[in-house]
């Protein structure tokens, strides 16, 4: 999921690149409370037979479920923000409470679409310096496209404002 923010003067455009979320965490709970109680009657009924050896791999089951929910719940608070400025092209990777943020003088940055080969998705980056770093790597393909549409045009615009004879021959589209 893509949102794009921009300033009232028009000089920074940030990007909010999420992952589309699976569930929402009240739904995530109502789940695991369902399958709780359902196992519970289970692991009851077959108590009252007598089958006491099942009842360990029902508890175990439980919580391997809990695992998996709150993991998949947790992926999705994963999200990248991308802000753009006249200067300074600024990434935070925001993984829970880890942040990594990272900046890029725009002049010299460049944002590259790369294709790859058979079924492998394609993948944004921006280079500068030798440093690279990939952008929206949880986002569809379409999603992806958009993002890497939205951001050449605004750095074509850019290059067009700043000096408009020299810059247009630069310019490639992938």
């Excluded at 089951?61 to 719940?73: D, I, K, Q, R, S």
């Excluded at 045009?153 to 310019?171: H, S, Y």
Aim: hydrophobic letters at 45%; a positive charge; charged letters at 25%.
């Amino acid at each position: 999921m893509i949102q794009i923010k921009k300033s009232k003067k028009g000089s920074l455009d940030e990007f909010i690149l999420r992952p589309n979320p699976s569930m929402p965490w009240r739904v995530i709970k109502k789940i695991y409370l369902f399958f709780f109680i359902f196992i519970l009657i289970i692991s009851s009924i077959l108590c009252y037979l007598g089958l006491y050896l099942a009842i360990p791999f029902y508890g175990i089951e439980v919580l391997l479920l809990g695992y998996a929910l709150y993991f998949t719940c947790l992926k999705s608070t994963f999200y990248q923000i991308i802000r753009i400025s006249s200067r300074l092209i600024e990434i935070k990777t925001i993984q829970g409470k880890k942040i990594i943020r990272e900046e890029y003088n725009r002049d010299w940055s460049k944002f590259r679409l790369v294709t790859t080969y058979f079924n492998r998705p394609s993948y944004i980056v921006i280079s500068s310096h030798g440093k690279n770093t990939h952008i929206g790597d949880f986002l569809c393909e379409k999603e992806r496209l958009e993002l890497f549409k939205k951001i050449s045009w605004l750095q074509f615009f850019v290059l067009i404002l700043k000096n408009p004879t020299d810059n247009m021959r630069d310019i490639k589209f992938q």
